[in-house]
T-cell receptor
Framework: NAGVTQTPKFQVLKTGQSMTLQCAQDMNHEYMSWYRQDPGMGLRLIHYSVGAGITDQGEVPNGYNVSRSTTEDFPLRLLSAAPSQTSVYFC??????????????FGPGTRLTVL | AQKVTQAQTEISVVEKEDVTLDCVYETRDTTYYLFWYKQPPSGELVFLIRRNSFDEQNEISGRYSWNFQKSTSSFNFTITASQVVDSAVYFCALSEAGIYNQGGKLIFGQGTELSVKP
């Protein structure tokens, strides 16, 4: 199992450019999420998905789009990059049971700089 | 509203000291889950523990122990006999249960940066 993979690891964009951060998991997890990490603010939820075809907004969704066409993939799209989107982005996935909260498995992160 | 507060931004200890990282949470749900994650300097997030709201037993895993107290909405983490390798940022997180959220949405605290000096 590769677990949760993210590409690219590093990216530099110019203001106004668009790009897609890729996330894939091979654990057949239902839940997938995107978080951003900024200094002093912990991780904040951008978007999440409870299964293929179902997505919803998290705490900081503005400027980002997601889709979930397969169980395995959950790409995050930046529509028009802004310097405020400079951050480290983490993708996570988890299984779900009705008895316990699922442990979230995190990818290695993508460090994005917007100039 | 859900909220997780880690009031200690930075802690510095000398190796072999015990250290406790505080975590206070707010939630209206009666069923929820609490987590601790470690983020070493390499940047990845390492899962340490998950606790559900119905299980108030304290847990010990080697040098790590966790004290969950619903009465004070706290889920504190203690490292006994700290080591340099424990240097990292530690995050406490909360997830509320629901039909579509059994661990899928985490609310993180701001993190506590622990520095263990030799």
């Amino acid at each position: 199992n590769a677990g949760v993979t993210q590409t690219p690891k590093f990216q530099v964009l110019k203001t106004g450019q668009s790009m897609t951060l890729q996330c894939a998991q091979d654990m057949n997890h239902e839940y997938m999420s995107w978080y951003r990490q900024d200094p002093g603010m912990g991780l904040r939820l951008i978007h999440y998905s409870v299964g293929a075809g179902i997505t919803d907004q998290g705490e900081v969704p503005n400027g980002y789009n997601v889709s979930r066409s397969t169980t395995e993939d959950f790409p995050l799209r930046l529509l028009s990059a802004a310097p405020s989107q400079t951050s480290v982005y983490f993708c996570a996935s988890s299984y779900s049971t009705s008895l316990v909260g699922g442990e979230q498995f995190f990818g290695p992160g993508t460090r994005l700089t917007v100039l | 509203a859900q909220k997780v507060t880690q009031a200690q931004t930075e802690i510095s200890v000398v190796e072999k000291e015990d250290v406790t990282l505080d975590c206070v949470y707010e939630t209206r749900d009666t069923t929820y889950y609490l987590f601790w994650y470690k983020q070493p300097p390499s940047g990845e997030l390492v899962f340490l523990i998950r606790r559900n709201s119905f299980d108030e037993q304290n847990e010990i895993s080697g040098r790590y122990s966790w004290n969950f107290q619903k009465s004070t909405s706290s889920f504190n983490f203690t490292i006994t006999a700290s080591q340099v390798v424990d240097s990292a940022v530690y995050f406490c997180a909360l997830s509320e249960a629901g039909i579509y959220n059994q661990g899928g949405k985490l609310i993180f605290g701001q993190g506590t940066e622990l520095s263990v000096k030799p």
